[in-house]
């Protein structure tokens, strides 16, 4: 007998340990990187790993790319799998982004708004040039930006806030003591509440939701969005122990912030108003809060009584697709072996043929 | 008119009471009431906006009536008013005892499945298991809509507007239900698919005794099809009564100004 | 990897026994008893992020995590072998963080973790058996919008499910479905067997042991108690059949048990041999036993159809 099974799947699995943690290391000349260079001068990948792995620690983002060469969604899974092992020791008060330590803070809505529009660090306005200096092996050395003559204000109220006086824009959704619904520890429900869907958009993968806003704005969603105000900057975390009774701060985080203003053309019952979209992140990431402010608007297209036609307003479709981790669990799960499913559609397809051919042969004698 | 009146003679099959809906301050049907008996037929006639629709909506279930009552008298039970009945019993009775026809095909068939598949889902919906009396059963109805028996496993996107709508027919009247609720069935085809479609309609309707409430903005239909019409504007009933008589001897002002607006033929 | 600013646990000392928090297998507990008392029925559960990706066995992962104890001894299977890569993995996630005593042998095993099999030795009352499941609703692929399927369950509407069997018939001559064939438990439920071979369905029918479903990515549970009625859905003129094979195992000869084929050069040549390891293995040592002593090869057992 020529066969033998396969075997050896645990010494396979153990070998590939190694070997990925060979190329993971790459050429051993050269200096290992630090988990505070990572955290330190790959910001943004940090960011958005801690965003979509839906917990704030830096050093533990910054381990988690290390540890997957770079790989974002393979680190926010990293992240997602430790943090889902953590203990929920309080829940916080909401933050109060009118008192942020505003780092940046725009409106495309009006020139002048109280407090100033605020460029702060961006790419926005830089020309996509190589720049072959931080390619130098003599570096950048310390670069320095000015300091602002003045700071700028401890409070600075939310542009989305300025309409609010006149009805222009639909009322905030009042702060309540109801529980937040906890999408990591329950299973989403149809038709989501508000906070499911914001939970799930911000824990959802960049490039999804992202594609999903440009859809909005491309007739796909018709959507007419003004960026209210986007903001970033740190807020204190606080909580309430509950023999305390009084809110003591735990942490301060850096956030992003974007408030989208939509147009509605009103009801019978209510005159015309903007609506809002919100996103919220944690750490640096525009691109994300923007586009789950789109997203989320888009989503609210029953509660506003619009028809859902396009697939970012079907939550149906939407909610259930956005996570990194689900999506690319499955999709990836197809390397896995099938051969029973395959061996029963072989016999299937084999059985068919005969039949035909059987069939064939019976009319051609006929 | 002695059929009619013999029909008369019948126990009511639903008796509709006080209908009203309206969307926000928008009044869709307003205070509708009638009834049908077995093997009645009722046009309901009116321009766009005029409440057809939406009452026969609350008719079949497919939306909650504000107020009014709605009683159908089932097989098994009686008379039963239709807004107290549970989801499932809704459903089972739409599916069995009730049929639905849709302007549009696509809103009334399985656009994937065959034909036979489309005739023979209500059947096994209630439990029919012997595919060969499932497929003949189909074929029947296929027959009897006039749909060639070839085209038995084709899928209904192969088929022209008319064949669809005769499929959707054969669907629903496979269960032999004894209320039908037809939306313009004949909407959207040309004039000679409507002729042959409403020909056949009322050769089956007859056959099977079965009472039907079409809506549609066609007299065409309702003079061929109907026992008795009502007239709707604004939401309301303005005028009811014998097809003929209300077609040649409108009382109503609005109902002179549909009929003489539409060409005699 | 160790270093500062490492705070991330690298072997199973950090972690609960099997991993999840006493609170999370409690609440996955509770969700067992609802799915046994109500068989069939997908019951949706808060389901945890793994350490393993979505669609690789988190939703078996975390059953197996809830119900198993330091007594307990743990077979882990994909595609009917215990030595497949998943299985070794999830096997080795087991031995890490609960430390319980492991094994091939069907019989000796008091939970068994499955992806595509039921294994071939019949089960006992006591064992339990754990299926990996994709996607945990069969009517998923008639209506994706879950607010309709979960009316179609509640009221046991299935017509549209009997009618993707009659188009098959209508198409093929024959019901075309081969595997995750769609089963009615308890006369009440629907279930999707999970991408077992549709010959492993009549297993399910009647069975002694615990059946229970995880689907980690779509958080549900459903479960069959032992001794429940499973019936594959067909029609009376045509009736539910399993798979046949020709020929035997190549190694072990058995004829009624799940073959797989196996390409063994590239000019067409192919052999079919037992998908059950732990099966096959026990045949041949049976056989190589009986021929030593010149006693007869033992027949085929187990694998009732």
Partial sequence: MAYVAVKGGERAIINSHRLIAEERRGNPDLAELTISQISEQLGLSVDRVMNEGSIYDRDLAALALKQAQGDAVEAIFLLRAYRTTLPRIAVSKPIDTTRMTVRRRISATFKDIPGGQVLGPTYDYTHRLLDFALAAECGIGKPEAELADEPLDSVIPRVIDLFDGEGLIEADISENDEEVFDLTREPMSLPAGRDQRLQNLARGDEGFVLGLAYSTARGYGGAHPFVGELRLGEVIIEIVPEDLGFPIEIAEVTITECQMINQFRGTAEQPPQFTRGYGLTFGHCERKAMSMALVDRALRARELGEDVRYPAQDEGFVLPHTDSVEANGFVTHFKLPHYVDFQAELQLVRQLREQREADQAKEAAE | ?265 | MSGPGNKQCDTGDGYSFAYLDEQTKRMIRRTLLKALSIPGYQVPFGGREMPLAYGWGTGGIQVTASIIGPDDRLKVIDQGADDTTNAVSIRRFFEIVSNVATTEQTAEATIIQTRHRIPEAPLQEGQILVYQVPQPDPLHKIDPRENETRKMHAYAEYGAMQVTLYEDIARFGRIARTYDYPAMVNARHLMSPSPIPKFDNPKMENNPAIQLFGAGREKRIYAVPPYTSVRSLDFDDHPFEVQTWKGCCALCSSTVSYLDEVVTDDRGGRMFVCSDTDYCNKRQADRALTTETGGIVAPDEGAKL
């Fill in chain 2, 1 to 265: 008119m002695s059929a009619v009146r013999k029909l008369q003679q019948r126990p009511v099959l639903l008796e509709v009471s006080g209908v009203s809906k309206s969307y926000g301050g928008q009044v869709g049907c307003l205070d509708v009431s009638f009834s049908i008996r077995p093997g009645e037929v009722l046009g309901i006639v009116g321009e766009s906006g005029s409440g057809k629709s939406t009452l026969l909506a609350c008719l079949s279930g497919r939306l909650q009536p504000d107020t009014g009552s709605i009683i159908y008298d089932m097989k098994d039970r009686g008379p039963v008013d239709m807004l107290l009945l549970s989801e499932p019993e809704r459903r089972r009775l739409a599916r069995t005892d009730w049929g639905i026809v849709h302007q549009n095909p696509r809103d009334g068939l399985r656009m994937d499945v065959s034909a036979g598949g489309n005739v023979g889902e209500r059947p096994m919906a209630i439990g029919a298991r012997h595919y060969g009396n499932i497929r003949a059963e189909a074929q029947d109805w296929l027959q009897k809509v006039e749909i060639d028996l070839t085209r038995t496993d084709d899928k209904p996107r192969t088929f022209s507007g008319g064949m669809q709508q005769r499929l959707q027919i054969a669907r629903n009247l496979v269960t032999k239900p004894r209320l039908v609720f037809m939306d313009e069935p004949t909407g959207g085809l040309d004039v000679s698919v409507q002729a042959r479609l409403l020909d056949l309609l009322r050769g089956l309707v007859r056959e099977l005794g079965i009472a039907a409430i079409i809506v549609t903005h066609d007299l065409a239909v309702v003079r061929l099809l109907a026992d008795r019409l009502m007239v709707m504007q604004r939401g309301r009933v303005i005028e009811e009564g014998l097809t003929d008589q209300v077609l040649d001897d409108p009382h109503h002002p609005y109902t002179q100004l549909l009929v003489s607006s539409i060409l005699q033929v």
